[in-house]
């Protein structure tokens, strides 16, 4: 159980163009996932908090108009990144937050396979 | 402020020896902690997690995690290393529920033959 899934795995690009990237959960409801973006040889880092039905929480430095996030259904949430520039150019990540056993107090988040991006 | 530290940035380890990657933590409270898996170009694969009770947390793949409040530690290790535990590895921590994760820097780990 507790499969997050990400498409597409990779994607190559125009400068100036736009892309989209689905994160959905297969098996459970996510009333909450989280976007993330990793540089080479780094950690993650935390983009947003994207809630359902909800606008998303952005963390400091990130642009939101330019990383529009949706979260339209339990199961769904997106990322575009809108007029995308070689600098945009990452291995982005989601995760969806699962609550543990039904205990409210007791989360784990649960992570895609990643999308890599190429902003030519 | 929260923080998750990671001492070791790469670790060598040759096949069959043990291994124990370091996590110590800072937070106000006891944290969830958890520690979690990256092959490269992939997600990350949750190993095992800690919320409470007992302090030995047994994961997946061979792999336990101990936590101790007095060292502020969260340590995992694996008593005999296989080839496929090359990989980079991430202790997280989050306060409460409905927090957001704070990662540590991972560490690579390589694994000799």
């Known amino acids: 159980g507790a499969v997050v899934s990400q498409h597409p795995s990779w994607v190559i690009c125009k400068s100036g163009t736009s892309v989209k990237i689905e994160c959905r959960s297969l098996d459970f409801q996510a009333t909450t996932m989280f976007w993330y973006r990793q540089f080479p040889k780094q950690s993650l880092m935390l983009m947003a908090t994207?809630?359902?039905?909800?606008?998303?929480?952005?963390e400091q430095g990130v642009e939101k108009d330019k990383f529009l996030i949706n979260h339209a259904s339990l199961t769904l949430s997106t990322l575009t990144v809108t007029s995308a520039h070689p600098e945009d150019s990452s291995f982005y990540i989601c995760?969806?937050?699962?609550?543990?056993?039904?205990?409210?107090?007791?989360?784990?988040?649960?992570f895609g396979p990643g999308t890599r991006l190429l902003v030519l | 402020a929260q923080s998750v530290t990671q001492p070791d940035i790469h670790i060598t380890v040759s096949e069959g020896a043990s291994l124990e990657l370091r996590c110590n933590y800072s937070y106000g409270a006891t944290p969830y902690l958890f520690w979690y898996v990256q092959s490269p170009g992939q997600g990350l694969q949750l190993l095992l997690k800690?919320?409470?009770?007992?302090?030995l947390v047994q994961g997946i793949k061979g792999f336990e995690a101990e936590f101790k409040r007095s060292q502020s530690s969260f340590n995992l290790r694996k008593p005999s290393v296989h080839w496929s535990d090359a990989a980079e590895y991430f202790c997280?921590?989050?306060?409460?529920?409905?927090?957001?994760?704070?990662f540590g820097g991972g560490t690579r780990v390589l694994v000799k033959p």
């Open positions: 800690y919320f409470s009770g007992d302090t």
């Open positions: 995760s969806a937050r699962e609550v543990d056993g039904g205990a409210w107090d007791r989360e784990t988040q649960y």
């Open positions: 997280a921590g989050g306060e409460a529920a409905g927090n957001k994760l704070t």
């Open positions: 994207s809630n359902e039905g909800s606008k998303a929480t952005y």
